[in-house]
């Protein structure tokens, strides 16, 4: 029973995100209510985050599972095309960016202060609660096991490696990192769950 609340308010806090990046954003939002952009701009942005939708759905029907698998990918990169050709893309910053930008460790210094420390300690245990979560969500999802050793195994793995990675996180100047849990709608569209479909 928890691991389905779990899931479910997974899925819950993922739907106010996912409509608010179909609208444009944050920015398109703020932009909106406060009159500067037009309800067209909002319109776009939904009609085109509908595309990409309309596209994975369809090529999700197909009974070729090799069509199922790509609906995804297929769907995003035709959302991608038809923004281009919106002009919704700007490619004029890649002009002056690097070709490599190497990241600087400990680039603002190294300090210990204690009334930062609790705070960002509280981020940890939220982040570390998520991947429980997650970690949870994505068993479910793949058909594996949400109890015994082997999912203990999994959590304990999951909760170390997500851990560690905030620790390189904060060595190279960014946030804390948690799982991503977006990747549980991704399992259940295409069927796919296996850790090694990226190395092909």
């Known amino acids: 029973m928890v691991s389905g609340i779990v899931v479910t308010l997974i899925g819950m806090t993922l739907i106010a995100s996912a409509m608010k990046s179909c609208a444009g954003g944050q920015p398109v939002l703020d ?39 790509s609906s995804i990918f297929v769907g995003l990169l035709a959302g991608y095309v038809v923004a281009i050709f919106m002009g919704k893309v700007d490619f004029s910053s890649l002009a002056q960016t690097s070709l490599i930008a190497v990241p600087v460790p400990f680039k603002y210094g190294f300090d210990f ?7 960002i300690a509280l981020l940890y245990l939220v982040t570390m609660v998520e991947t429980i979560g997650d970690i949870t969500a994505t068993s479910l999802v793949s058909g594996e096991p949400i109890e015994g050793d082997l999912y203990l195994e999994r959590v304990s793995g999951g909760v170390l490696a997500d851990g560690f990675n905030s620790l390189l996180a904060a060595v190279f100047n960014t946030f804390p990192n948690t799982t991503f849990s977006q990747n549980n709608g991704i399992i259940q569209l295409t069927g796919v769950a296996s850790r090694y479909v990226g190395y092909f």
Do not use: E
């Open 113 to 119: 202060d204690f009334s930062v420390f609790f705070g």
């Open 31 to 69: 932009g909106f209510l406060s009159g500067k952009i037009t309800a067209a701009v909002v319109q776009q942005n939904l009609m085109l985050a509908g595309l990409v939708v309309i596209t994975i759905l369809v090529l999700n029907s197909f009974n070729n599972r090799w069509i199922r698998m």
